[in-house]
């Protein structure tokens, strides 16, 4: 079984910045992507940024320039730095993995961007 644990949210100013991390532990025989999604009340859950095994990195239009996503494959660990943050960033973010061709998600934190 594989779980993954988030860390990293809170509350912050606009303007302000967070940094996420996602640690996977359990049966991880090959990572081929982790990623970030979050979802605001009353929103779809959307894909903000993901990283492939041979380091590739993909963003959503929203948070291209302020984000970034980066990995430690030593740890299993990623990473969303938040930048700039507006008050449209406020959502549940989740982490998720594709792990030998299983998704998994972790519990979600909270970010709230608020004055």
């Known amino acids: 079984q594989v779980q993954l644990v988030e860390s990293g949210g809170g509350l912050v100013q606009p303007g302000g910045s967070l940094r996420l991390s996602c640690a996977a532990s359990g049966r991880i025989f090959s990572i081929n992507a982790m990623g970030w999604y979050r979802q605001a009340p009353g929103k779809q859950r959307e894909l903000v940024a993901a990283i492939f095994s041979g380091g590739r990195t993909v963003y959503a239009d929203s948070v291209k320039g302020r984000f970034t996503i980066s990995r430690n494959s030593a740890k299993n660990t990623v990473y969303l730095q938040m930048n700039s943050l507006k008050p449209e960033d406020t959502a549940v973010y989740y982490c998720?993995?594709?792990?030998?061709?299983?998704?998994?998600w972790g519990q979600g934190t909270q970010v709230t961007v608020s004055s």
């Open positions: 998720n993995a594709d792990i030998s061709a299983d998704d998994y």
